[in-house]
């Protein structure tokens, strides 16, 4: 599998999900720069987390209109899997890949903590090395993960399967309780309508290790190796 | 200020200068200094450049080591890691700004000790901080914790290095000037640091970075002032941070550092333009040509003086090799950062600015430098405190005691402050924050750093030399815990006002028992920062000569962390406890007391457990290891429990005086367990090698007994442990 | 010619910033504040001459990139 990872200024989990791919495929990802408007042909294209833009005017919206984020639209038509992780999920639905807005955290902190999410979906690239309805654990890091989409589209996401993680307690149990930030629906990642791309903010590049204390991140990442390869 | 200014006694007095002092300005000049001369003069010999109170001390601390690459002098410290790499940290001072806006002062805080870092040619790894802020019930407290915890987790966090540790502390005394004390930790390779020695008369100095505005204006002289109550009105000179543009400045530098263009390299802090060309100048022996016209302002109309004084952030100053200016230029404009030539370096040993095509300042740099005050201040020893008995003390029932100590503003979880820092990315935060020392693993090795901020300033003020005895022993102890082996310290010295001989006391003998416990311990100082004048309306705060310590793991899967890992382990205590209640927290919580001579730190003891410690880690024989600090034995045993979900029940010998024995704050003691098939061969070595050793309990449960005494579930005391700083912050007067 | 450009969130989307305020308001004695919406301001100074294009311009500056029409409304007022 051949992964590009898109880089801003301002990017800051780039290298870190450089390192779970390439535990992953054995072979270092492409690091594409902003200003690049060619982007050869690969397998995945991820849009890592960090602070694009330092995070001025909103999370994601000077990235989103970048001339390489153009090229990575045409290639998610296209069908190329691109997966967005957190300010890399504010880009993208700032972009119009995915609907809805990523918004302040209810309670208007930085929070970074292991969550524990309940898998939605398993037929996508991403998801398919998770069991239907397993309980993974993953840490955000964000102030503005707050997902926030009118009732309408909402109950679409719902119906058409689009929900890819949602936050729950350790046991699965969805509940306000275990919403870390508000999120309608305890939404922590949906899917395209085509399910080839996902935007979550939790980080699966950071529990892609047993020793940084846990490895839920890498079955994302070895499932897409199995479907691109 | 225009350059007609008068030189009035006022406006010499505004700069901070003595009478004394400017009568040298005029003996070095030959002639009276115009505003801009006088201003340079002013940042160049305030405390916060020139240390002149704490200098003749300093130097007595040690700073070498085999593994020493460099010691205090350049931005950061530096050692040797081995396999040609090297650890790179600073921790630094920014209380009088964090106090005026606490955001911004916090925040840019965290923005110039990564820059002192990454300046040296180290990609920045981990940030710590050490915090203490004024008694809760102050009513300003609230908004200055929210404040900077907020400021260190915006800077830090967007610039994507975790903060991965710290320490914080409540205490009335700092009501008036908290202090906000950040650390930062750096990689670079060992035969790639860069200085800030100038060196080639003709060589183009270089200015990089974001354009100088008007902030921040004798932030320097005011970091050296002491507060009165008309301080909150110098709001407008604190500076404001900007992580993205720093962020693309740490990927600039170490860009260009990885070709051969640069010579010298320093950032503008505290004095900006003025400190960064002077020492570079100063340390090269050379002199320096600037025209000012050149530095790129983002306001109009500025004058040389506002500019050389201007601490506007995320700048820096190099002198690159003749030829390199347009690689250099490539670079910084790739990362759309400013990039201006803005001088030369001259033979002349003088330091010339332009504005405007006429000379502004002239003025000789070696005279300037060596003439810098330095002071030998009175001072007097601190007053000696009774030790005070055990038995005299009220034995209140330890586990009532235990609910109030675990729920005390010192002991409580600190997890409200640091979720809100990024701790995890660069995927190398091996231990979160919470235990004894951070444990960062070194990127793309099976090496990792452990990493402690520490200082317990109730024993510093008892007595300060037993205190800074502690500080250093005790980030030792906490680098121990995490089997890493100690290897060196910064210090950042947070004192009241030097001027003062019983203050100055405080601060000769901080120095001495640190430098007695680095040489007893092998563990020098690499670099520091000196914080005086932290005083309102004549009240000092608690001396607070803060210790940030690095320590290495040679292998990153074999070390230790404080949670339980199993029910049925045995708990073992190394070290001796006599129930030393002086000073500890059990007499300031539970009796209202904060007196007492604090407990002695025995140095030949501490070096042989540490490295017992270690020895045990190292052979895989332990599952959990603590320090044994603040709140004694069985909060330590507590935390472990807490941290875990797994209970333990502990066995108190006979013959003891219980509150003593649970509550004491004995220094040099750590708990071990292990599962019972171990604990012969770890008692067997500890016998060996002259250690006290002993089971005090074993683990299990969902409750933490006290055999004699009853028993409390772990879920009663977390939510006592974990309750009170979110209660604290979502009080109904909580600033947004 | 300069626009002044105001961006608010919409009705009905939970402005939690806005409610800190107003709670922050109320804890400091300033009662009778029903609602607090946080919004953005932005000044543009423009080298177009023509109102109807700076205004169109201005537009479809909000649209692409100003605000984020999901969750805000913006106004533009040229001066």
Known sequence: MKAAVIVFPGSNCDRDVAVALEASTGKAPLMVWHRDTALPAVDLIVVPGGFSYGDYLRCGAMAAHSPILREVKARAEAGTPVLGICNGFQIITEAGLLPGVLMRNAQLKFICKDVFLKVERTDSPFTRAYAQDAVVRLPIAHAEGNYYADAATLDRLEGEGLVAFRYAGADGSVSAAANPNGSARNIAGIFSENRRVLGLMPHPERLAEDLLGGSDGKVMFDGLVEALS | MSKESAITPEVIKSHGLTADEYKLVLEIMGRAPNITELGIFSVMWSEHCSYKSSKKWLKTLPTTAPWVICGPGENAGVIDIGDGEAAIFKMESHNHPSFIEPYQGAATGVGGILRDVFTMGARPVANMNALRFGDPAHPKTRHLVNGVVAGIGGYGNCIGVPTVGGETNFHASYNGNILVNAMTVGLARADRIFYSAAAGVGNPVVYVGSKTGRDGIHGATMASAEFSEDSEEKRPTVQVGDPFTEKLLVEACLELMATDAIVAIQDMGAAGLTSSSFEMASKGGLGIEMDLDAVPMREEGMSAYEIMLSESQERMLMVLKPGREDLARSVFEKWELDFAIVGVLTDTGRMVLKRHGAVVADLPIDPLAQASPEYDRPWVPGVKRAVIDAAEVPAHEPLAALKTLVGCPDLASKRWIWQQYDHMVMGDTVQRPGGDAAVVRVHGSNKALGITTDCTPRYCLADPHEGGRQAVAEAYRNLSAVGARPLAVTDNLNFGNPEKPEIMGQIVEAIQGMGEACRALDFPVVSGNVSLYNETNGTAILPTPAIGAVGLIDDVNKTASLPFKQAGDSIILIGETKGWLGASLYLRELCGREDGAPPPVALHREKREGDFVRGQIAEQNVSAVHDVSDGGLLVAVAEMAMASGIGAEILPPKGVALHAWCFGEDQGRYLLTAPASQVPVILEAAHQHDITAQVIGSTGGRDLTLKGSGTISLEELTGINEGWLPGFMSAPDANS | ?79
């Open chain 3, 1 to 79: 010619m300069k626009a002044k450009v105001h961006i608010t969130l919409k009705n009905g989307v939970l402005d939690p910033q806005g409610k800190a305020v107003q709670h922050a308001l109320s804890s400091l004695g300033f009662g009778g504040v029903d609602d607090v919406r946080q919004g953005k301001y932005i000044e543009l100074e423009l080298s177009e001459t023509d109102p109807a294009k700076a205004r169109a311009s201005v537009e479809q500056m909000c649209k692409s990139l100003l605000a984020n029409t999901v969750i805000e409304n913006y106004s533009v007022e040229l001066v």
